[in-house]
């Protein structure tokens, strides 16, 4: 079973904190997400990388940052969490080639107090 | 004009009956399309996907493109309690340097009542 694991399920930081929210995949696979879901606005992409140190911003990077030093681990940086930073944060992976599905992890709830 | 649009319900269905999940979407070239289902807490798995060629059927899902109007349909026959999630529509515009920029919709929340 393809498994996509995010370091914590649930996280409460206050409010400047730097936080790092880690995403480990072991399908090998070229592509990692980090989108945020939000009631009524869905899923939004932060940003996502197709390989090793090669990132690109999504559609609301600002205030993230993200890290790809080895190909089975995507991290999310927060640099100084703010109050609407608070949201469930999805890691997701897939193949490079054409339409291919995204697997994706469990989740993190992120509270920011 | 979102790029991808869905209803967010609740649609609510009888057990047995066909549940109908309907996603529009503003790109003409879009290629392929997804529908994921998310249960509360969970995160969302891909149930379905279908290029522009065609329509698709798995088990009692059926996934249907309509190209002239843009919008992709998934229909759920003989809905089970165990159906109710959120169903997301995602729609791929196209590679970009070797990315499929997927784009979702805020997905529809099903109810199947017994």
């Known amino acids: 079973d393809v498994k996509v694991t995010q370091s914590s399920r649930y996280l409460v930081k206050r409010t400047g904190e730097k936080v790092f929210l880690e995403c480990v995949q072991d399908?090998?696979?070229?592509?990692m997400f980090w989108y945020r879901q939000d009631p009524g606005l869905g899923l939004r992409l932060i940003y996502f990388s197709y390989d090793v140190k090669m990132k690109e911003k999504g559609d609301i990077p600002e205030g993230y940052s993200v890290s790809r030093e080895k190909k089975e681990r995507f991290s999310l940086i927060l640099e100084s969490a703010s109050t609407n930073q608070t949201s469930m944060y999805l890691c997701?992976?897939?193949?490079?080639?054409?339409?291919?599905?995204?697997?994706f992890g469990q989740g993190t709830r992120l509270t920011v107090v | 004009q979102k790029e991808v649009e869905q209803n967010s319900g609740p649609l609510s269905v009888p057990e047995g009956a066909i549940a109908s999940l309907n996603c529009t979407y503003s790109d003409r070239g879009s290629q392929s399309f997804f529908w994921y289902r998310q249960y509360s807490g969970k995160s969302p798995e891909l149930i379905m996907f279908?290029?522009?060629?065609g329509d698709k059927e798995d088990g009692r899902f059926t996934a249907q493109l309509n190209k002239a109007s843009q919008y992709v349909s998934l229909l759920i026959r003989d809905s089970q309690p165990s159906d109710s999630a959120t169903y997301l529509c995602a729609v791929n515009p196209g590679q970009i340097r070797g990315y499929q920029k997927v784009t979702f919709g805020i997905g529809t929340k099903l109810q199947v009542i017994p």
């Open positions: 279908i290029y522009s060629n």
């Open positions: 399908m090998d696979h070229e592509n």
């Open positions: 997701a992976s897939s193949f490079r080639a054409r339409d291919t599905e995204a697997f």
